[in-house]
Nanobody
Framework: QLQLVESGGGLVQPGGSLRLSCVASGVTADTYIIGWFRQAPGKAREGVACISDRRATTSYADSVKGRFTISRDNAKNTVYLQMNSLKPEDTAVYYC????????????????????WGQGTQVTVSS
């Protein structure tokens, strides 16, 4: 059973940076696509970024393109989300999610396509 644990959230000023980590355990994560999602109070959970397994193809929501970068280190079973130029509207609980997709060349930002979820980490962007 795949388990996901997020870390790296916190309070940061507008324009600042944070790096979130998602560590997978229980299975080897290199046959899974991994997505980062976020949910702000009163809003639906939305896809932020995702990465496929072997080719590490990435996809981003328009709202974060050019500011966020997703990457993976399969040797460490870890996926990262580097967040730069943070804005107050980036404030949310951030979740990582995984779905088994061996040999996948693409990933998806559709939350309904993911089977496994972490507990989330809070990111607050405020001065």
């Amino acid at each position: 059973q795949l388990q996901l644990v997020e870390s790296g959230g916190g309070l940061v000023q507008p324009g600042g940076s944070l790096r979130l980590s998602c560590v997978a355990s229980g299975v080897t994560a290199d046959t899974y696509i991994i997505g980062w999602f976020r949910q702000a109070p009163g809003k639906a959970r939305e896809g932020v970024a995702c990465i496929s397994d072997r080719r590490a193809t990435t996809s981003y929501a328009d709202s974060v393109k050019g500011r966020f970068t997703i990457s993976r280190d399969n040797a460490k079973n870890t996926v990262y989300l580097q967040m730069n130029s943070l804005k107050p509207e980036d404030t949310a609980v951030y979740y990582c999610a995984a779905d088994w997709r061996p040999f996948a060349d693409i990933c998806t930002l559709n939350r309904g396509q993911y089977t496994f979820w972490g507990q989330g980490t809070q990111v607050t962007v405020s001065s």
